[in-house]
């Protein structure tokens, strides 16, 4: 009985061994797979990436490397091509997102894929996710108010531009960006006209003028004052409040040039 018992024996300590040789196979196939990678020879690392995959999906490594080859080959491919690297690019890193939340890279390699592949609205949606999970992430606000901008959705870029600014009361450059945003959309946009050019310009000012108190010799700040009213005076049908504003682009780019000449003559007397 006690020898009949050895094959069995022998046989389910094989099974037993089985998943640990599939671990070992596929690390030794990522090793060989960055080789490749390395050597710029794409299509072989993505092969044996794969490979390891079949023998051990919960590896979190490998799905970097799997993202990351996907990236590499989808920015040389034709745009066909390309297309199907970027939805390889994102589901390895989707992957990771699952297999190792804790993993900061998961999230923000999914999203500059998404990115690179114009995907904008599945990048709102996956920010917005974000968002809802933790709102005081000032990161997540930020992108969301990037990502709106480029999606052509100005008010909702708008309104992350002004949550960040409330998440960083003290930062000027918050504020700032608010100012540029209204300036950009005005400067580009001669849809908007009278009453709601005005408003807008008005926003713009005043989030440039929440800058300046907290950074008065803010000489970036001043100068989009100076463009501001020039895109302000647009909205007006009366030559008088057109001038008036004109009046006041020209005294901020005065000011806005004193400053930077001061802040230029300071930085070459401190250079010598």
């Given at each position: 009985m006690r020898v009949g018992l050895i094959p069995v024996l022998l046989l389910v300590a094989a099974l037993v061994g089985v998943p640990g040789c599939d671990k070992m196979q596929a690390r030794s196939l990522i090793k060989e797979g960055n080789a490749h990678y390395k050597a710029g020879k794409l299509d072989e690392a993505l092969a044996l990436f794969e490979q390891a995959r079949e023998l051990d999906p919960q590896f979190p490594t490998l799905h970097l490397h799997l993202g990351y080859t996907h990236m590499a080959m989808a920015s040389l491919a034709s745009p066909a091509e390309s297309r199907r690297h970027w939805v390889g690019a994102a589901a390895a890193f989707k992957a990771l997102m699952s297999i190792a939340p804790a993993d900061d890279r998961a999230p923000r390699y999914y999203l500059q894929v998404l990115m690179d592949a114009n995907k904008l609205e599945e990048a709102l949606v996956f920010l917005k996710a974000q968002h809802k999970a933790n709102p005081r992430d000032v990161k997540t606000v930020s992108s969301l108010g990037l990502v709106s901008s480029r999606a052509g959705r100005f008010e909702e870029a708008l309104g992350w531009y002004e949550k960040r600014a409330a998440l960083l009361p003290d930062e000027a450059k918050a504020q700032y960006l608010i100012g540029t945003l209204c300036w950009k959309r005005l400067y580009?946009?001669?849809?908007?006209?009278?009453?709601?050019?005005?408003?807008?310009a008005d926003r713009g000012?005043?989030?440039l003028d929440r800058a300046l108190a907290t950074q008065p010799d803010y000489a970036e700040a001043l100068t989009y004052k100076n463009l501001l009213h020039r895109e302000r005076a647009k909205g007006h049908d009366d030559e008088q409040a057109r001038a008036k504003d004109m009046d006041k682009a020209r005294e901020y780019y005065k000011r806005a040039m004193v400053l930077i000449k001061g802040q230029s003559d300071k930085a070459k007397k401190k250079a010598n």
């Open positions: 580009k946009n001669d849809r908007v006209l009278g009453v709601d050019r005005v408003r807008l000012l005043a989030a």
